[in-house]
């Protein structure tokens, strides 16, 4: 006996009724597939549609980077991961400091020459927060998505470079509002791109803080 073949109709009208034609046409079209939302859910890890590393930062704000990112720019990260290969790519320098040896040994050996990642414990705090005054330079992009995010907000201005911008993950925690306060006094204005982000299914915040005359043409 020859299996049953049902017109595409109605196969269409059947997963309409189960509720489920929503969740198979993402997965043929769209910009879950387009940005690779499937794939990072499916390996649990930040990758684009073909497998390469991207910062795990809101699709609204890697849609609004990727295109003002130039190889001129230098960035610092606090915490490193598969966006610190994602912007050594992009970059004429990047540094970044991580308190977990493991991290650090699974990012440093992918990382271009230009690239390094410092090693520094939390505690005392003041040794994490203060790795980029030891730099002794100035970045045009200062990335916070590491721990004592407070204490970095206040740190990250001193080596910013005149026309430099400052990134805050997750920032739609409560718990990083004194950061974001202390920021916007000193004169910052802030963009939010708030959307879905890779690897899990709930939407966050990431912003953008930024003066006159930045390097990302706010």
Known sequence: ?????????MLVMALDRLGMYSSVLLRRQGPLLEDGWFRSFREKKPVNSVGEPIPWL??????FLAPRISASLSV????????????????????????DPSWIAA????????????HHALEPAAHYVNAIIAEATFFDIVVIDGRHRNQC???????????????????DRPQYQPGS????????????FSGLVPV???KSCTSIYYRD??????
């Open 107 to 118: 990012i440093r050996p992918r990382l271009p020459k230009t690239a390094v990642v410092r």
């Open 58 to 63: 809101t699709y609204p704000a890697l849609d």
């Open 213 to 218: 005359d930045n390097v990302l043409g706010l």
């Open 181 to 192: 306060a202390y920021l916007q006094s000193l004169g910052f204005r802030h963009v939010d």
């Open 153 to 171: 907000l206040q740190c990250a201005p001193q080596a910013l470079s005149p026309r430099g911008v400052i990134i805050l993950d997750n920032s």
């Open 200 to 202: 899990v299914c709930w």
């Open 76 to 99: 610092f990260e606090y915490g490193c991961g598969h966006s610190t290969l994602w912007w050594a790519a992009r970059v004429r320098q990047l540094v970044a400091v991580e308190h």
């Open 1 to 9: 006996m020859k299996p049953m073949v049902f017109p595409r109709r």
